[in-house]
């Protein structure tokens, strides 16, 4: 067996796969550039897809779906970070609430995602045990990581929303550091909700405006 896909240790009567531990710390890196404003956490957000790919491929469809899009808005997010559109005074790219119309849009494209998602997963049993929860998140993170590469504080809603399923996913199908590291995500989130938060009241440029 490949030494990726094997186990690396055991922590509380759970074994951590080498996959899933590097793959998270990788997220863990990217989330934390993010933060930043990094243009950074694209290209680092791109390998914790492609890890995590690796190691939910075969098993968690829906999980591993998640990452093919993390990586796929990973290089959207990267090009419209490095057009130096909409950056905040320091140099990074500034960021804004999104207008109502934006919200009401991601919502609704989430919600009809996820009910078209679990009804392909439902009509075709062998990409999902568990088709409901798997669109969830697959559908979630796109949202999540489109309004991140917009600049949108909305984006830390949505991960932490998408959390709230991916944690006990992840434990109930034996991938246990996802589980442990999504607490440490939990906190990040909250953490950078604040700063965007305070940030998109001082920042003037927004990605909206640049593009009008």
Known sequence: MNWLTSEAFTVFGQDI????????????????????????????????????????YGHLTGMAGKQAVVMLVALFGWWQWSRGKGQAADGHISVRFAGWRERG??????AAGTVAVALLFKAYPSLSWDPWPDAYIFVGT??????????????????????LVGVPLSFANDYAFSGFVYVIYGALVLWGMRDWWLRSRTTAPTLEGAHA
Do not use: C, H
Not at 31 to 51: E, N
Not at 105 to 110: E, L
């Open 105 to 110: 849009a991601m919502i609704a494209a989430a």
């Open 142 to 163: 796109l949202v999540a990581m489109y309004a991140q590469a917009r600049g949108m504080v909305e984006f830390w809603f949505a991960w932490l929303l998408v959390d």
């Open 17 to 56: 796969k080498w996959f899933d531990m590097i793959g998270n710390i990788l997220g863990l890196i990217a989330l934390a550039l993010g933060w930043r404003r990094s243009v950074w956490t694209w290209p680092v957000q791109f390998l914790a897809g492609l890890t995590l790919f690796g190691a939910f």
